[in-house]
T-cell receptor
Framework: NAGVTQTPKFQVLKTGQSMTLQCAQD?????MSWYRQDPGMGLRLIHY???????DQGEVPNGYNVSRSTTEDFPLRLLSAAPSQTSVYFC??????????FGNGTRLTVT | GNSVTQMEGPVTLSEEAFLTINCTYT??????LFWYVQYPGEGLQLLLK?????DKGSNKGFEATYRKETTSFHLEKGSVQVSDSAVYFC???????FGAGTTVTVRA
């Protein structure tokens, strides 16, 4: 069972570069979300989606875009990377108000 | 708004010691409560959950009881093992608000 698949596992970017973090789930979950994890700050919600075509901002959305054209995929785009976006990013999916299933994370470094 | 306050770590214990991690929450309505565990280099996994007041969630020797009167969901384990070394997160449904995480290290 694939569950939630995130790619890439590691990425190094230069300031100003753009990239897309991929997230796919094969459980037909309606809810998908992106978090970033920073030391001492726990998990902070970036963006989330409650279904295809529906997205909304979380706690720290600035500098990130998302789209949800299919139930399975929820990519996170960094339009112009900044050192402050160095973090570990987690994608998660689930049913609303139920436990989430997490991917294994993407470690991003912006120099 | 909804929020979770979790005991700060890090916590270091010897094997077979008793572990408690405090978690309190603020929420409107009747949220579900969760504890997640993150082992080194991995994503988060659900450890246990409780969906209504007085429910007790349990898994792998860990327990937590949903206490509406004290708005708490403290995690406990009676005898920890080295393999329990991880980061533990308390979480609230309604957009899944997470606590800051508590790093637990168990020494042999």
């Amino acid at each position: 069972n694939a569950g939630v698949t995130q790619t890439p596992k590691f990425q190094v970017l230069k300031t100003g570069q753009s990239m897309t973090l991929q997230c796919a789930q094969d459980m037909n979950h309606e809810y998908m979300s992106w978090y970033r994890q920073d030391p001492g700050m726990g998990l902070r919600l970036i963006h989330y989606s409650v279904g295809a075509g529906i997205t909304d901002q979380g706690e720290v959305p600035n500098g990130y875009n998302v789209s949800r054209s299919t139930t399975e995929d929820f990519p996170l785009r960094l339009l112009s990377a900044a050192p402050s976006q160095t973090s570990v990013y987690f994608c998660a999916s689930g049913w609303i108000n139920s436990p989430l299933h997490f991917g294994n994370g993407t470690r991003l470094t912006v120099t | 708004g909804n929020s979770v306050t979790q005991m700060e770590g890090p916590v270091t214990l010897s094997e077979e010691a008793f572990l408690t991690i405090n978690c309190t929450y603020t929420a409107t309505g009747y949220p579900s409560l969760f504890w997640y565990v993150q082992y080194p280099g991995e994503g988060l996994q659900l450890l246990l959950k409780a969906t209504k007041a007085d429910d007790k969630g349990s898994n792998k020797g860990f327990e937590a009881t949903y206490r509406k009167e004290t708005t708490s969901f403290h995690l406990e384990k009676g005898s920890v093992q080295v393999s329990d070394s991880a980061v533990y997160f308390c979480a609230l449904s309604h957009k899944l608000s997470f606590g800051a995480g508590t790093t637990v290290t168990v020494r042999a």
